[in-house]
């Protein structure tokens, strides 16, 4: 468990996995779930590096059923080979604290994953109350594509993190894109504001990256050539022949609705954003269709996918309920890509109830399924 109990001292702790060297500092977003997934807690993670290994953070969480206890802890710890080590050194903050609700405290192991920009820790807490362990996914946003582009040309930028969006401006009042990739032609260096959707708190920070703009633009097309000046035989008078009939001008083709561009189909569980369901029920919204279509196609152009299609509900009602509706969600999904055309064997559904809202509740985005690889 992460969030709840008295504050303890512990030694740091080793970690194993290999991480490499690059530097862990930086803001992390993500979510901490209880050994049993009945609790969760929104994290915001944010480390500094201190002369050599030591690093300095501090680590905020919020209470996923009661957001009005919130928690700040002090972090102290070293960068290893495999990712980094923290303990908690002293609670800074608190509030909405009772007999009941109370803050876990201990030492946190995080291995690093450099493909996806993340951190997976676990926690083992002093055994104190329900105090036990805890599993962390924290990501950050970080440029993966070049920071420096040529002017005006069409140049995808890409970046790490979850459910990202992107803004022209400090104040987030210009979305100008949505997601891990952004095409774009910028004439100039550019900055830009992005936030994590995943498990967002009122910490969640605004992280800029800015795109430098260097070289020479690209040429502009060269300019028509003249015509011909007019022979003499052209000048002499012809017959005057009558107007051709023109042909009947062809019905406008109005182009089909395309669906939203598909997460990447990784290791990690991806949102589909636009299949959702129907309050209380297993029916799916209009909207999904073109995304199930679009992501059938892609599994038919990759036959040897295998996919995890993972049913969540919304937090009301009753909890049994929930977990019977989340999984019949995720058989609805795997129906449908079936009767599309793809093996019912590569598809495996399984449900979560609401133990994994994105969103307070209630909120129809939660009623929503992710698809992940499995290996």
Partial sequence: MNYLSRLYW????LLAGPAGAQSLAGVWQGVEDEQDKARYCPTVLRVQQRAGADLFGVLYQEDGNYPAATVTF???????????RLVHARKLNETGRSATRYWCAGAILFSYDAT????????????YGKCDTGEFSLYRIKLKSAATVP???LTTL????RQVRWYADADLKQLVATGNTYPTRLAKTTTF???QGYFATAESPVVPITVRVSGAAPPPPPPARPAAPASPDSLRPTAVLPAPVPAPTPPAVVPAPTAPALP?????????????????TAVLLPAARPALDQLAAALQARPALRLRVAGHTDRVGESSKNQQLSEQRAEVVKEYLVKAGVAAERLSPVGYGDTRPLY?????RNRRVEVQALP
């Fill in 10 to 13: 512990l030694p740091t702790l």
């Fill in 74 to 84: 002090q972090m102290e710890g070293l960068a290893t080979p495999a990712g980094l």
């Fill in 116 to 127: 996806q920009e993340k951190l997976t820790g676990r926690a083992d807490y002093e055994h």
């Fill in 151 to 153: 002017p005006k040309v």
């Fill in 158 to 161: 890409r970046v790490s993190g």
């Fill in 193 to 195: 504001y992005l936030k």
């Fill in 264 to 280: 990447e189909l990784g290791p990690a569980p991806a949102v589909l954003p636009t299949v959702l369901f129907k309050v209380g």
């Fill in 360 to 364: 307070p509740s209630p909120d129809a």
